[in-house]
């Protein structure tokens, strides 16, 4: 994956929003473990 010069390519925002979202669904099954 190469990096596009002068902006993000939507394949690194897509793998961003992915990140985000697993971050946050093992945050909220924490949660509720508790």
Partial sequence: ???VP?????M???M???NT???AI???EK???R
């Fill in 1 to 3: 994956c190469t990096p």
């Fill in 6 to 10: 002068g902006g993000v390519g939507p």
């Fill in 12 to 14: 690194t925002i897509t």
């Fill in 16 to 18: 961003l929003l992915q």
């Fill in 21 to 23: 979202l697993e971050l």
């Fill in 26 to 28: 093992a945050i909220e």
């Fill in 31 to 33: 949660r509720k473990h």
